[in-house]
């Protein structure tokens, strides 16, 4: 059996929306489940309790909405990388998370090699991108 380490993503219920956003980013397949959908009726019925993205390229991304009675930090709810050497699929990522966030560092080549950017996309979550450079000799 293999083993696979998902982020797990916390959002001040805005969760149905950024995990939406994330689908328009990565595509796939994206299951939610609400606190109603477990029997709560009360004021965050509509909260999600659970969410699940599946990707094409074999990301999981989850992410909830704080339970009844608790709250998230927006910013505080962690943060992603994604490497690779596919420079137009990670540049369009790069793109799309970027778009109405913050670059903290612009997607550029850097001293290693590789070309590299970590923003924070309008939902608080952090991402970096790093795109290999060519191999060294």
């Not at 149905?16 to 994330?22: C, K, L, P, W």
């Not at 778009?99 to 560092?105: H, K, N, Q, W």
Request: charged fraction near 20%; proline fraction near 8%.
């Amino acid at each position: 059996m293999t083993t696979i380490l998902n982020p797990y993503l916390n959002f001040d219920r805005t969760t149905r929306e950024a995990m939406t956003f994330y689908q328009s980013v990565f595509g796939g397949e994206l299951n939610v489940m609400t606190f109603g959908d477990m029997g709560d009726d009360g004021p965050t019925k509509d909260g999600v309790m659970h969410s699940q993205l599946i990707t094409p390229d074999g990301f999981t991304l989850m992410a909830s909405d704080p339970p009844p009675g608790e709250d998230a930090t927006p910013g505080k709810n962690g943060g992603v990388s994604l490497s690779g050497d596919d420079e137009p699929k990670l540049t369009g990522w790069w793109d799309a998370l970027s778009d109405g966030g913050t670059v903290a560092v612009p997607l550029e080549k850097q001293m290693w090699g590789d070309a590299f950017g970590m923003c924070i996309d309008r939902f608080g979550t952090t991402w970096l991108v790093n795109i290999s450079g060519p191999p060294q000799t």
